[in-house]
Protein backbone atom coordinates (compact mmCIF):
# COMPACT_ATOMS: atom_id res chain seq x y z
CA UNK A 1 0.00 0.00 0.00
CA UNK A 2 1.28 3.45 -1.18
CA UNK A 3 -0.07 6.18 0.13
CA UNK A 4 0.89 9.18 -1.58
CA UNK A 5 -0.10 13.34 -0.83
CA UNK A 6 -3.23 14.74 -1.80
CA UNK A 7 -5.10 13.95 2.04
CA UNK A 8 -7.35 16.68 0.94
CA UNK A 9 -8.87 14.75 -2.23
CA UNK A 10 -8.90 11.43 0.30
CA UNK A 11 -10.75 13.74 2.79
CA UNK A 12 -13.12 14.85 0.63
CA UNK A 13 -13.92 11.17 -0.73
CA UNK A 14 -14.55 10.38 2.42
CA UNK A 15 -17.22 13.03 3.36
CA UNK A 16 -18.60 12.35 -0.22
CA UNK A 17 -19.17 8.66 0.66
CA UNK A 18 -20.10 9.53 4.12
CA UNK A 19 -22.77 11.71 3.41
CA UNK A 20 -24.15 9.38 0.14
CA UNK A 21 -24.11 6.70 2.33
CA UNK A 22 -26.41 8.74 5.41
CA UNK A 23 -28.78 10.14 2.84
CA UNK A 24 -29.43 6.80 1.96
CA UNK A 25 -30.72 5.80 4.80
CA UNK A 26 -33.27 8.45 6.32
CA UNK A 27 -36.38 8.01 3.91
CA UNK A 28 -39.31 8.40 5.51
CA UNK A 29 -42.70 7.62 4.85
CA UNK A 30 -44.91 10.10 3.73
CA UNK A 31 -48.17 9.53 2.34
CA UNK A 32 -50.73 11.96 4.14
CA UNK A 33 -53.88 12.30 2.64
CA UNK A 34 -54.44 15.75 1.64
CA UNK A 35 -57.54 17.47 2.63
CA UNK A 36 -58.81 20.91 3.13
CA UNK A 37 -58.79 20.61 6.66
CA UNK A 38 -58.81 22.75 9.07
CA UNK A 39 -55.40 21.40 10.68
CA UNK A 40 -52.69 19.93 9.08
CA UNK A 41 -52.95 16.39 8.87
CA UNK A 42 -51.09 14.25 11.03
CA UNK A 43 -49.48 10.81 10.65
CA UNK A 44 -49.21 8.40 13.53
CA UNK A 45 -46.81 5.31 13.69
CA UNK A 46 -47.97 1.90 15.28
CA UNK A 47 -45.60 -0.27 16.18
CA UNK A 48 -47.15 -4.18 16.47
CA UNK A 49 -46.35 -7.67 16.16
CA UNK A 50 -47.53 -10.47 13.83
CA UNK A 51 -50.69 -11.81 14.50
CA UNK A 52 -52.18 -7.99 14.77
CA UNK A 53 -52.13 -7.09 11.09
CA UNK A 54 -55.44 -7.92 9.90
CA UNK A 55 -57.05 -6.51 13.36
CA UNK A 56 -55.26 -3.01 12.85
CA UNK A 57 -55.93 -3.18 9.36
CA UNK A 58 -59.66 -3.04 9.79
CA UNK A 59 -59.37 -1.06 12.88
CA UNK A 60 -57.44 2.13 10.79
CA UNK A 61 -59.92 2.92 8.95
CA UNK A 62 -62.53 3.28 11.46
CA UNK A 63 -60.14 5.47 13.53
CA UNK A 64 -59.39 7.59 10.60
CA UNK A 65 -63.28 7.88 10.16
CA UNK A 66 -63.96 8.40 13.95
CA UNK A 67 -61.02 11.40 14.51
CA UNK A 68 -61.67 13.16 11.04
CA UNK A 69 -65.53 13.34 12.82
CA UNK A 70 -64.12 14.42 16.20
CA UNK A 71 -61.26 16.42 15.37
CA UNK A 72 -61.92 17.36 11.80
CA UNK A 73 -58.61 16.42 11.20
CA UNK A 74 -56.96 13.52 8.47
CA UNK A 75 -54.45 10.61 10.13
CA UNK A 76 -52.43 8.46 8.13
CA UNK A 77 -50.88 5.57 10.52
CA UNK A 78 -48.14 3.79 9.54
CA UNK A 79 -48.42 0.01 10.66
CA UNK A 80 -45.22 -2.56 11.30
CA UNK A 81 -45.80 -5.82 11.90
CA UNK A 82 -42.90 -8.60 13.31
CA UNK A 83 -41.85 -10.64 16.88
CA UNK A 84 -43.00 -8.52 19.70
CA UNK A 85 -39.59 -8.80 21.28
CA UNK A 86 -38.10 -7.78 17.80
CA UNK A 87 -40.62 -4.73 17.33
CA UNK A 88 -39.86 -3.98 20.99
CA UNK A 89 -36.07 -3.62 20.14
CA UNK A 90 -36.70 -1.67 17.29
CA UNK A 91 -38.11 0.85 19.08
CA UNK A 92 -35.97 1.01 21.97
CA UNK A 93 -32.66 1.81 19.19
CA UNK A 94 -34.50 4.73 17.57
CA UNK A 95 -37.82 3.39 15.55
CA UNK A 96 -39.88 6.30 16.36
CA UNK A 97 -43.18 5.12 17.34
CA UNK A 98 -46.03 6.95 19.04
CA UNK A 99 -48.17 3.49 20.12
CA UNK A 100 -46.68 0.18 20.57
CA UNK A 101 -49.44 -2.77 20.60
CA UNK A 102 -47.38 -5.50 21.63
CA UNK A 103 -47.96 -9.64 22.59
CA UNK A 104 -46.14 -9.16 25.67
CA UNK A 105 -46.44 -6.36 28.95
CA UNK A 106 -42.68 -7.39 29.48
CA UNK A 107 -41.59 -6.13 25.78
CA UNK A 108 -43.11 -2.23 27.14
CA UNK A 109 -41.83 -2.60 30.57
CA UNK A 110 -38.39 -2.95 28.53
CA UNK A 111 -39.50 0.52 27.00
CA UNK A 112 -40.59 1.75 30.09
CA UNK A 113 -36.50 0.46 31.13
CA UNK A 114 -35.20 2.20 28.86
CA UNK A 115 -36.87 5.53 29.21
CA UNK A 116 -39.10 6.23 26.60
CA UNK A 117 -42.62 5.32 28.54
CA UNK A 118 -43.41 6.46 31.83
CA UNK A 119 -44.24 4.03 34.49
CA UNK A 120 -47.79 3.31 35.44
CA UNK A 121 -48.75 2.96 31.71
CA UNK A 122 -50.03 -0.68 32.83
CA UNK A 123 -52.98 1.83 34.10
CA UNK A 124 -53.54 4.22 31.97
CA UNK A 125 -56.29 2.49 29.87
CA UNK A 126 -58.61 0.39 31.36
CA UNK A 127 -58.34 -3.47 31.72
CA UNK A 128 -54.43 -3.23 32.18
CA UNK A 129 -54.26 -1.92 29.47
CA UNK A 130 -55.20 -4.71 27.25
CA UNK A 131 -57.86 -3.82 25.40
CA UNK A 132 -58.41 -6.85 23.70
CA UNK A 133 -57.47 -10.55 24.90
CA UNK A 134 -56.39 -14.26 23.59
CA UNK A 135 -55.52 -17.39 25.09
CA UNK A 136 -53.81 -20.70 23.80
CA UNK A 137 -55.41 -23.55 21.75
CA UNK A 138 -54.71 -26.47 20.08
CA UNK A 139 -55.04 -27.06 16.74
CA UNK A 140 -54.59 -30.42 15.38
CA UNK A 141 -55.88 -32.44 12.41
CA UNK A 142 -59.03 -32.86 10.62
CA UNK A 143 -61.31 -35.31 12.61
CA UNK A 144 -58.44 -35.37 15.88
CA UNK A 145 -56.44 -38.80 14.63
CA UNK A 146 -54.97 -38.93 17.82
CA UNK A 147 -57.65 -38.10 20.31
CA UNK A 148 -56.54 -34.74 21.97
CA UNK A 149 -58.32 -33.45 24.59
CA UNK A 150 -56.29 -31.79 27.01
CA UNK A 151 -52.65 -31.28 27.99
CA UNK A 152 -51.97 -34.63 29.43
CA UNK A 153 -52.65 -36.17 25.81
CA UNK A 154 -49.91 -34.21 23.98
CA UNK A 155 -47.18 -35.49 26.77
CA UNK A 156 -47.24 -39.23 26.08
CA UNK A 157 -44.53 -40.88 23.64
CA UNK A 158 -45.60 -40.68 20.44
CA UNK A 159 -47.04 -37.59 19.77
CA UNK A 160 -44.89 -34.56 17.73
CA UNK A 161 -45.66 -31.31 19.25
CA UNK A 162 -45.11 -27.93 17.43
CA UNK A 163 -44.53 -25.01 19.57
CA UNK A 164 -42.21 -21.79 18.71
CA UNK A 165 -39.14 -21.28 21.21
CA UNK A 166 -39.77 -19.05 24.27
CA UNK A 167 -36.60 -18.12 24.13
CA UNK A 168 -37.45 -16.07 20.97
CA UNK A 169 -40.85 -15.69 20.38
CA UNK A 170 -43.36 -14.03 23.20
CA UNK A 171 -46.30 -16.46 22.12
CA UNK A 172 -44.26 -19.47 22.98
CA UNK A 173 -43.51 -18.20 26.95
CA UNK A 174 -48.01 -18.17 27.10
CA UNK A 175 -47.83 -22.12 25.66
CA UNK A 176 -45.13 -22.51 28.38
CA UNK A 177 -47.04 -21.03 30.96
CA UNK A 178 -50.55 -22.36 30.29
CA UNK A 179 -49.00 -26.39 30.16
CA UNK A 180 -47.53 -25.30 33.55
CA UNK A 181 -50.76 -23.95 35.21
CA UNK A 182 -52.23 -27.15 33.93
CA UNK A 183 -49.50 -29.57 35.23
CA UNK A 184 -49.51 -27.44 38.13
CA UNK A 185 -52.98 -28.02 38.93
CA UNK A 186 -52.73 -31.41 38.23
CA UNK A 187 -50.14 -32.22 40.34
CA UNK A 188 -51.74 -29.84 42.73
CA UNK A 189 -48.88 -27.73 43.64
CA UNK A 190 -45.88 -29.98 42.80
CA UNK A 191 -42.61 -28.22 41.06
CA UNK A 192 -40.72 -31.21 40.15
CA UNK A 193 -43.26 -32.92 38.69
CA UNK A 194 -44.54 -30.11 36.83
CA UNK A 195 -41.07 -29.71 35.56
CA UNK A 196 -41.61 -33.18 34.48
CA UNK A 197 -44.51 -32.82 32.61
CA UNK A 198 -42.95 -29.98 30.92
CA UNK A 199 -39.84 -31.63 30.05
CA UNK A 200 -42.00 -34.35 28.57
CA UNK A 201 -44.41 -32.04 26.41
CA UNK A 202 -40.88 -30.49 25.03
CA UNK A 203 -39.17 -34.14 24.48
CA UNK A 204 -42.30 -34.27 22.20
CA UNK A 205 -41.18 -30.71 19.88
CA UNK A 206 -40.03 -31.52 16.68
CA UNK A 207 -39.55 -28.37 15.55
CA UNK A 208 -38.74 -25.56 18.09
CA UNK A 209 -38.94 -22.25 15.45
CA UNK A 210 -38.27 -18.84 16.22
CA UNK A 211 -41.43 -17.40 16.47
CA UNK A 212 -45.22 -17.79 16.45
CA UNK A 213 -45.97 -17.63 12.54
CA UNK A 214 -42.69 -19.87 11.84
CA UNK A 215 -44.45 -22.52 13.90
CA UNK A 216 -47.97 -21.96 12.01
CA UNK A 217 -45.96 -22.30 8.49
CA UNK A 218 -44.39 -25.48 10.04
CA UNK A 219 -47.83 -27.30 10.90
CA UNK A 220 -50.07 -25.88 8.73
CA UNK A 221 -48.06 -25.78 5.66
CA UNK A 222 -45.74 -28.30 5.87
CA UNK A 223 -47.39 -30.75 7.96
CA UNK A 224 -45.19 -31.01 10.15
CA UNK A 225 -46.75 -32.69 13.86
CA UNK A 226 -49.92 -33.73 15.36
CA UNK A 227 -50.63 -30.67 17.30
CA UNK A 228 -49.68 -26.88 17.17
CA UNK A 229 -50.17 -25.04 20.39
CA UNK A 230 -51.07 -21.53 19.20
CA UNK A 231 -52.71 -18.58 19.48
CA UNK A 232 -56.68 -18.85 19.40
CA UNK A 233 -56.68 -15.83 17.25
CA UNK A 234 -53.66 -17.46 14.60
CA UNK A 235 -55.87 -20.58 15.26
CA UNK A 236 -59.05 -19.44 13.98
CA UNK A 237 -57.60 -17.92 10.61
CA UNK A 238 -55.50 -21.00 9.80
CA UNK A 239 -59.12 -22.51 10.11
CA UNK A 240 -60.74 -20.04 8.17
CA UNK A 241 -57.64 -20.37 5.42
CA UNK A 242 -57.49 -24.06 4.33
CA UNK A 243 -61.13 -25.25 5.78
CA UNK A 244 -62.14 -28.60 6.62
CA UNK A 245 -58.59 -29.65 7.31
CA UNK A 246 -57.80 -28.26 10.79
CA UNK A 247 -59.99 -28.36 14.21
CA UNK A 248 -59.39 -26.37 17.26
CA UNK A 249 -59.00 -28.00 21.02
CA UNK A 250 -59.35 -26.31 23.63
CA UNK A 251 -58.17 -27.44 27.16
CA UNK A 252 -59.52 -27.31 29.81
CA UNK A 253 -57.20 -24.94 32.04
CA UNK A 254 -55.37 -21.92 29.59
CA UNK A 255 -53.74 -18.36 30.07
CA UNK A 256 -55.34 -15.43 29.40
CA UNK A 257 -52.68 -14.04 26.91
CA UNK A 258 -53.28 -9.42 27.72
CA UNK A 259 -51.41 -7.61 24.65
CA UNK A 260 -51.03 -4.34 25.99
CA UNK A 261 -50.85 -1.59 24.33
CA UNK A 262 -49.37 2.26 25.49
CA UNK A 263 -48.22 5.42 24.31
CA UNK A 264 -44.49 5.85 23.83
CA UNK A 265 -44.25 8.99 25.89
CA UNK A 266 -40.95 10.48 24.80
CA UNK A 267 -41.61 10.01 21.03
CA UNK A 268 -45.60 11.03 21.47
CA UNK A 269 -43.96 14.27 23.19
CA UNK A 270 -41.50 15.24 20.41
CA UNK A 271 -43.73 14.99 17.71
CA UNK A 272 -46.68 16.53 19.55
CA UNK A 273 -48.92 13.34 18.81
CA UNK A 274 -50.12 12.45 22.43
CA UNK A 275 -53.52 13.60 22.45
CA UNK A 276 -54.00 11.51 19.22
CA UNK A 277 -51.93 8.73 20.02
CA UNK A 278 -54.17 8.49 23.19
CA UNK A 279 -57.45 8.84 21.14
CA UNK A 280 -56.03 6.40 19.18
CA UNK A 281 -55.98 3.54 22.16
CA UNK A 282 -58.61 4.80 23.72
CA UNK A 283 -60.86 3.81 20.62
CA UNK A 284 -60.04 0.09 20.56
CA UNK A 285 -62.58 0.07 23.66
CA UNK A 286 -65.16 1.73 22.01
CA UNK A 287 -68.12 -1.05 20.63
CA UNK A 288 -67.08 -0.63 17.20
CA UNK A 289 -63.47 -1.47 17.79
CA UNK A 290 -64.29 -4.30 20.40
CA UNK A 291 -66.64 -6.01 17.81
CA UNK A 292 -63.90 -5.73 15.11
CA UNK A 293 -61.65 -7.52 17.32
CA UNK A 294 -63.99 -10.17 18.11
CA UNK A 295 -64.38 -10.37 14.67
CA UNK A 296 -60.66 -10.53 13.72
CA UNK A 297 -61.18 -13.84 16.47
CA UNK A 298 -59.23 -11.66 19.40
CA UNK A 299 -61.83 -11.96 22.76
CA UNK A 300 -62.62 -8.51 23.59
CA UNK A 301 -62.15 -7.03 27.11
CA UNK A 302 -65.65 -5.81 27.06
CA UNK A 303 -67.64 -8.60 28.70
CA UNK A 304 -70.93 -7.68 27.22
CA UNK A 305 -69.61 -7.57 23.77
CA UNK A 306 -67.56 -11.09 24.61
CA UNK A 307 -70.60 -12.91 25.12
CA UNK A 308 -71.79 -11.63 21.67
CA UNK A 309 -69.44 -13.66 20.36
CA UNK A 310 -69.91 -17.00 22.48
CA UNK A 311 -70.50 -18.76 19.97
CA UNK A 312 -67.22 -18.31 18.56
CA UNK A 313 -64.89 -18.53 21.60
CA UNK A 314 -65.02 -21.41 24.41
CA UNK A 315 -66.06 -19.24 27.41
CA UNK A 316 -66.10 -21.87 30.16
CA UNK A 317 -62.46 -21.99 29.24
CA UNK A 318 -60.76 -21.59 32.69
CA UNK A 319 -58.12 -18.89 32.38
CA UNK A 320 -54.86 -18.74 34.55
CA UNK A 321 -53.95 -14.76 34.40
CA UNK A 322 -50.10 -13.92 34.29
CA UNK A 323 -50.38 -11.22 37.44
CA UNK A 324 -52.37 -13.37 39.66
CA UNK A 325 -51.09 -16.82 39.10
CA UNK A 326 -47.14 -16.17 38.21
CA UNK A 327 -46.56 -13.08 40.10
CA UNK A 328 -46.62 -10.70 36.50
CA UNK A 329 -44.14 -11.28 33.58
CA UNK A 330 -41.03 -9.80 35.30
CA UNK A 331 -41.16 -12.43 38.02
CA UNK A 332 -42.34 -15.52 35.81
CA UNK A 333 -39.70 -14.30 33.02
CA UNK A 334 -37.12 -14.87 35.85
CA UNK A 335 -38.18 -18.24 36.84
CA UNK A 336 -39.13 -19.76 33.80
CA UNK A 337 -37.31 -18.25 30.46
CA UNK A 338 -34.06 -16.71 31.90
CA UNK A 339 -30.43 -18.20 31.03
CA UNK A 340 -30.13 -21.80 33.34
CA UNK A 341 -33.84 -21.06 34.70
CA UNK A 342 -36.43 -23.61 33.84
CA UNK A 343 -36.60 -24.03 30.56
CA UNK A 344 -32.71 -24.07 30.36
CA UNK A 345 -33.22 -26.84 32.97
CA UNK A 346 -35.40 -28.88 31.08
CA UNK A 347 -33.29 -29.25 27.81
CA UNK A 348 -30.20 -29.99 30.02
CA UNK A 349 -29.58 -34.29 29.83
CA UNK B 1 -2.41 -4.12 -9.80
CA UNK B 2 0.53 -3.38 -12.04
CA UNK B 3 0.31 0.16 -12.84
CA UNK B 4 -0.56 1.38 -9.39
CA UNK B 5 1.80 2.32 -6.94
CA UNK B 6 5.28 2.49 -8.28
CA UNK B 7 6.72 5.82 -6.02
CA UNK B 8 8.14 8.24 -8.53
CA UNK B 9 6.73 6.59 -11.61
CA UNK B 10 3.76 8.76 -13.56
CA UNK B 11 0.89 6.09 -12.93
CA UNK B 12 -1.77 5.18 -16.09
CA UNK B 13 -4.78 4.96 -14.61
CA UNK B 14 -5.06 8.25 -12.23
CA UNK B 15 -7.43 9.38 -9.21
CA UNK B 16 -5.45 7.33 -6.91
CA UNK B 17 -6.29 9.71 -4.49
CA UNK B 18 -9.85 9.75 -4.77
CA UNK B 19 -10.35 5.59 -4.88
CA UNK B 20 -7.95 5.45 -2.10
CA UNK B 21 -10.57 7.77 0.22
CA UNK B 22 -13.28 6.16 -0.95
CA UNK B 23 -11.93 2.76 -0.36
CA UNK B 24 -11.14 3.97 2.87
CA UNK B 25 -14.36 5.56 4.07
CA UNK B 26 -15.90 2.44 2.39
CA UNK B 27 -14.45 -0.08 4.65
CA UNK B 28 -14.41 1.70 7.89
CA UNK B 29 -18.20 2.53 7.27
CA UNK B 30 -18.80 -0.92 6.66
CA UNK B 31 -16.51 -3.27 8.08
CA UNK B 32 -14.58 -1.30 10.46
CA UNK B 33 -17.56 0.48 12.35
CA UNK B 34 -19.93 -2.35 12.99
CA UNK B 35 -17.22 -4.38 14.52
CA UNK B 36 -16.20 -1.74 17.04
CA UNK B 37 -19.97 -1.77 18.15
CA UNK B 38 -19.41 -5.04 19.10
CA UNK B 39 -16.44 -4.33 20.97
CA UNK B 40 -17.86 -0.82 22.65
CA UNK B 41 -20.84 -3.54 24.01
CA UNK B 42 -18.08 -5.81 25.42
CA UNK B 43 -16.09 -2.95 26.67
CA UNK B 44 -18.87 -2.88 29.36
CA UNK B 45 -18.28 -6.51 30.60
CA UNK B 46 -16.30 -7.56 32.64
CA UNK B 47 -13.55 -10.70 30.73
CA UNK B 48 -15.09 -13.26 32.98
CA UNK B 49 -18.68 -12.52 31.80
CA UNK B 50 -17.65 -12.42 28.29
CA UNK B 51 -16.12 -15.81 29.04
CA UNK B 52 -19.44 -17.36 30.72
CA UNK B 53 -21.45 -16.18 28.14
CA UNK B 54 -19.59 -17.48 24.88
CA UNK B 55 -19.15 -20.91 26.73
CA UNK B 56 -22.15 -21.74 28.31
CA UNK B 57 -22.90 -25.81 27.49
CA UNK B 58 -25.91 -25.11 25.11
CA UNK B 59 -23.09 -22.12 22.76
CA UNK B 60 -20.67 -24.40 22.87
CA UNK B 61 -23.58 -27.28 21.24
CA UNK B 62 -24.49 -24.75 18.74
CA UNK B 63 -20.57 -24.04 17.79
CA UNK B 64 -20.42 -27.54 17.05
CA UNK B 65 -23.68 -27.64 15.04
CA UNK B 66 -22.80 -24.41 12.95
CA UNK B 67 -18.70 -25.34 12.61
CA UNK B 68 -19.59 -28.91 11.44
CA UNK B 69 -22.39 -28.70 9.03
CA UNK B 70 -20.34 -25.14 7.62
CA UNK B 71 -17.64 -27.33 7.47
CA UNK B 72 -19.52 -30.35 5.62
CA UNK B 73 -21.26 -28.19 3.17
CA UNK B 74 -18.05 -26.13 2.56
CA UNK B 75 -16.28 -29.78 1.73
CA UNK B 76 -19.18 -30.93 -0.60
CA UNK B 77 -19.10 -27.35 -1.93
CA UNK B 78 -15.55 -27.76 -3.03
CA UNK B 79 -15.81 -30.90 -4.74
CA UNK B 80 -19.15 -30.21 -6.81
CA UNK B 81 -18.28 -26.73 -7.23
CA UNK B 82 -14.65 -27.20 -8.69
CA UNK B 83 -16.77 -30.13 -10.97
CA UNK B 84 -19.49 -27.59 -12.03
CA UNK B 85 -17.01 -24.93 -13.02
CA UNK B 86 -15.05 -27.55 -15.22
CA UNK B 87 -18.39 -28.42 -16.92
CA UNK B 88 -19.04 -24.93 -17.44
CA UNK B 89 -15.60 -23.89 -18.81
CA UNK B 90 -14.35 -27.02 -20.97
CA UNK B 91 -17.63 -27.99 -22.37
CA UNK B 92 -19.73 -26.25 -24.57
CA UNK B 93 -23.76 -27.92 -25.19
CA UNK B 94 -26.83 -25.72 -25.41
CA UNK B 95 -28.05 -24.22 -22.50
CA UNK B 96 -24.58 -23.50 -20.80
CA UNK B 97 -25.12 -19.77 -20.32
CA UNK B 98 -28.58 -20.38 -18.64
CA UNK B 99 -27.10 -22.97 -16.61
CA UNK B 100 -24.07 -20.53 -15.88
CA UNK B 101 -26.65 -18.12 -14.93
CA UNK B 102 -28.23 -20.56 -12.57
CA UNK B 103 -25.30 -20.68 -10.06
CA UNK B 104 -25.81 -17.58 -8.58
CA UNK B 105 -29.55 -17.80 -8.10
CA UNK B 106 -28.46 -18.81 -4.26
CA UNK B 107 -26.65 -15.01 -3.94
CA UNK B 108 -29.87 -13.18 -5.53
CA UNK B 109 -32.83 -15.73 -3.50
CA UNK B 110 -34.01 -13.79 -0.60
CA UNK B 111 -32.25 -16.37 2.31
CA UNK B 112 -35.53 -17.39 4.19
CA UNK B 113 -37.44 -18.20 0.35
CA UNK B 114 -34.42 -20.41 -0.05
CA UNK B 115 -35.34 -22.33 3.65
CA UNK B 116 -38.80 -22.38 3.30
CA UNK B 117 -38.30 -23.78 -0.48
CA UNK B 118 -35.63 -26.41 0.78
CA UNK B 119 -37.78 -27.09 3.75
CA UNK B 120 -40.71 -28.28 1.70
CA UNK B 121 -38.77 -30.18 -0.56
CA UNK B 122 -36.80 -31.98 2.13
CA UNK B 123 -39.68 -33.07 4.25
CA UNK B 124 -40.56 -36.66 4.57
CA UNK B 125 -43.13 -37.12 1.39
CA UNK B 126 -41.48 -33.95 -0.51
CA UNK B 127 -39.90 -34.15 -4.14
CA UNK B 128 -36.36 -34.64 -2.25
CA UNK B 129 -37.02 -35.63 1.11
CA UNK B 130 -39.23 -38.66 -0.27
CA UNK B 131 -35.65 -40.26 -2.36
CA UNK B 132 -34.33 -40.49 1.39
CA UNK B 133 -37.37 -41.53 3.35
CA UNK B 134 -36.48 -45.36 2.21
CA UNK B 135 -33.50 -45.19 3.64
CA UNK B 136 -34.64 -43.99 7.18
CA UNK B 137 -33.08 -40.62 6.53
CA UNK B 138 -35.00 -37.30 6.80
CA UNK B 139 -33.73 -33.98 5.77
CA UNK B 140 -36.02 -31.37 7.28
CA UNK B 141 -35.36 -30.41 10.83
CA UNK B 142 -32.41 -31.86 11.10
CA UNK B 143 -28.32 -31.34 11.02
CA UNK B 144 -28.57 -33.01 7.77
CA UNK B 145 -31.00 -30.58 6.74
CA UNK B 146 -29.21 -27.53 8.11
CA UNK B 147 -25.96 -28.97 5.90
CA UNK B 148 -28.28 -28.78 2.60
CA UNK B 149 -28.87 -25.39 3.22
CA UNK B 150 -25.59 -24.33 3.72
CA UNK B 151 -24.69 -26.37 0.40
CA UNK B 152 -27.31 -23.88 -1.05
CA UNK B 153 -25.99 -20.56 -0.37
CA UNK B 154 -22.30 -21.90 -0.68
CA UNK B 155 -22.39 -23.69 -3.77
CA UNK B 156 -21.91 -20.35 -5.65
CA UNK B 157 -18.39 -18.79 -4.16
CA UNK B 158 -16.49 -22.28 -5.16
CA UNK B 159 -17.56 -21.92 -8.63
CA UNK B 160 -16.94 -18.43 -9.20
CA UNK B 161 -13.72 -18.69 -7.24
CA UNK B 162 -12.64 -21.63 -9.74
CA UNK B 163 -13.97 -20.33 -12.84
CA UNK B 164 -11.17 -17.60 -13.83
CA UNK B 165 -8.73 -20.08 -13.35
CA UNK B 166 -9.93 -23.06 -15.47
CA UNK B 167 -10.54 -20.28 -18.37
CA UNK B 168 -6.92 -18.55 -17.69
CA UNK B 169 -5.55 -22.94 -17.58
CA UNK B 170 -6.74 -23.39 -21.17
CA UNK B 171 -6.55 -27.22 -22.64
CA UNK B 172 -3.62 -26.53 -23.77
CA UNK B 173 -1.47 -27.56 -20.72
CA UNK B 174 -3.56 -30.88 -20.76
CA UNK B 175 -3.05 -31.99 -24.27
CA UNK B 176 0.67 -31.15 -23.54
CA UNK B 177 0.49 -33.46 -20.48
CA UNK B 178 -1.26 -36.09 -22.38
CA UNK B 179 1.24 -35.49 -25.43
CA UNK B 180 4.18 -36.51 -22.79
CA UNK B 181 2.56 -39.35 -21.91
CA UNK B 182 1.16 -38.57 -19.05
CA UNK B 183 -2.03 -40.63 -17.65
CA UNK B 184 -5.14 -38.54 -17.42
CA UNK B 185 -5.31 -39.00 -13.37
CA UNK B 186 -1.63 -38.07 -13.59
CA UNK B 187 -2.40 -35.25 -15.77
CA UNK B 188 -5.33 -34.23 -13.73
CA UNK B 189 -3.09 -34.42 -9.65
CA UNK B 190 -0.60 -33.07 -11.18
CA UNK B 191 -1.43 -30.54 -13.84
CA UNK B 192 -4.93 -28.91 -13.27
CA UNK B 193 -5.28 -29.65 -9.37
CA UNK B 194 -2.44 -27.27 -8.59
CA UNK B 195 -3.51 -24.61 -10.84
CA UNK B 196 -6.94 -24.91 -9.26
CA UNK B 197 -6.35 -25.63 -5.75
CA UNK B 198 -5.58 -22.24 -4.57
CA UNK B 199 -8.88 -20.42 -6.18
CA UNK B 200 -11.31 -23.74 -4.59
CA UNK B 201 -9.41 -23.04 -1.53
CA UNK B 202 -10.70 -19.49 -1.02
CA UNK B 203 -13.89 -20.76 -2.19
CA UNK B 204 -14.12 -23.26 0.64
CA UNK B 205 -12.75 -20.56 2.51
CA UNK B 206 -16.03 -17.98 1.58
CA UNK B 207 -18.54 -21.17 1.91
CA UNK B 208 -16.59 -22.06 5.09
CA UNK B 209 -17.40 -18.73 6.77
CA UNK B 210 -20.85 -18.03 5.05
CA UNK B 211 -22.30 -20.72 6.29
CA UNK B 212 -20.78 -19.75 9.96
CA UNK B 213 -22.89 -16.55 9.70
CA UNK B 214 -25.87 -17.68 7.84
CA UNK B 215 -29.32 -17.55 9.58
CA UNK B 216 -32.27 -16.59 7.20
CA UNK B 217 -32.17 -20.17 5.40
CA UNK B 218 -31.09 -22.29 8.18
CA UNK B 219 -33.81 -21.32 10.69
CA UNK B 220 -36.76 -22.80 9.08
CA UNK B 221 -35.15 -25.78 8.15
CA UNK B 222 -33.43 -27.24 11.58
CA UNK B 223 -35.74 -27.47 13.92
CA UNK B 224 -33.91 -25.02 16.35
CA UNK B 225 -34.30 -27.82 19.32
CA UNK B 226 -31.19 -27.13 21.71
CA UNK B 227 -28.38 -29.75 21.93
CA UNK B 228 -29.37 -30.95 18.32
CA UNK B 229 -30.02 -28.27 15.92
CA UNK B 230 -30.00 -24.78 16.93
CA UNK B 231 -27.02 -23.09 15.09
CA UNK B 232 -25.39 -20.21 16.96
CA UNK B 233 -26.88 -17.52 14.98
CA UNK B 234 -29.71 -18.18 16.42
CA UNK B 235 -28.31 -18.12 20.11
CA UNK B 236 -27.81 -14.62 19.16
CA UNK B 237 -30.68 -13.45 17.90
CA UNK B 238 -32.09 -15.49 21.53
CA UNK B 239 -30.08 -13.66 23.04
CA UNK B 240 -31.27 -10.21 21.60
CA UNK B 241 -34.61 -11.26 22.23
CA UNK B 242 -34.13 -11.05 25.73
CA UNK B 243 -32.58 -8.23 25.80
CA UNK B 244 -29.06 -9.13 26.46
CA UNK B 245 -27.00 -7.46 24.21
CA UNK B 246 -23.83 -8.48 25.92
CA UNK B 247 -23.70 -12.46 25.44
CA UNK B 248 -25.22 -11.74 22.07
CA UNK B 249 -21.72 -9.60 21.68
CA UNK B 250 -19.73 -11.62 23.32
CA UNK B 251 -20.85 -14.81 21.01
CA UNK B 252 -21.01 -12.59 17.92
CA UNK B 253 -17.30 -11.90 19.14
CA UNK B 254 -16.27 -15.78 18.74
CA UNK B 255 -17.96 -16.20 15.56
CA UNK B 256 -15.94 -13.28 14.01
CA UNK B 257 -12.68 -14.97 16.01
CA UNK B 258 -13.75 -18.47 14.00
CA UNK B 259 -14.48 -17.05 10.55
CA UNK B 260 -11.14 -14.94 10.92
CA UNK B 261 -9.08 -17.69 11.55
CA UNK B 262 -10.36 -19.98 8.93
CA UNK B 263 -9.57 -16.99 6.55
CA UNK B 264 -6.51 -16.42 7.74
CA UNK B 265 -5.29 -20.12 7.71
CA UNK B 266 -6.45 -20.43 3.65
CA UNK B 267 -4.48 -17.26 3.00
CA UNK B 268 -1.39 -18.63 4.69
CA UNK B 269 -2.03 -22.37 2.97
CA UNK B 270 -2.23 -20.45 -0.44
CA UNK B 271 0.99 -18.67 0.26
CA UNK B 272 2.89 -21.74 1.17
CA UNK B 273 1.57 -23.09 -2.01
CA UNK B 274 2.25 -20.44 -4.41
CA UNK B 275 5.73 -20.62 -2.94
CA UNK B 276 6.40 -24.14 -3.37
CA UNK B 277 5.38 -23.30 -6.91
CA UNK B 278 7.80 -21.17 -7.39
CA UNK B 279 11.04 -23.06 -6.02
Sequence with gaps: MKKQSKPARIIIAALAAAIMLSSISGCGQTSASAGQSPKAPVEITNVSYDPTRELYEAYNKVFQAYWKAEADQDVTIVQSHGGSGKQARSVLEGNEADVVTLALEYDIAELEKGGLIEPGWVNEFE?????????????VRKDNPKNIEDWDDIVVPGIEVITPDPKTSGGARWNFLAAWAFALKLYSGDEAQTTQFLKDLYTNVSVLDSGARGSTTTFVENGKGD???AWENEAFLSLKEHPGEFEIVTPSVSILAQPSVAIVDEVAKKRGTEEIAKAYLQHLYSDEAQKLAGENYYRPSNTAILQEFSSTFDLSLELVEIDKDFGGWEAATAKFFADDAIFDQIYEQ | MGAFGKRGKARVIPGFGLSMGITVSMVSLIVIVPMLSILVILSGMSLADIWKAATERKVLAAYWVSLSASFIAAVVNSVFGVILAWCLVRYKFPGRRLLDGFIELPFALPTAVAGIALTTLCLPDGWIG????????SISYTRIGITVALIFIGIPFVVRSV??????????????????????????????????MPAALTGFGLAFARGLGEYGSVIFIAGNIPYKTQIVPLLIMSKLEQFNYGDAAAIALVMILFSFFILFAINLAQSKISKAEKG
Excluded: D
Design chain 1, 127 to 139: KNSAPYTSTIVFL
Design chain 2, 130 to 137: RLFTGFGI
Design chain 2, 163 to 196: QPVLEKLGPECEEAAQMLGASKTRTFFKVIFPEI
Design chain 1, 227 to 229: VLL
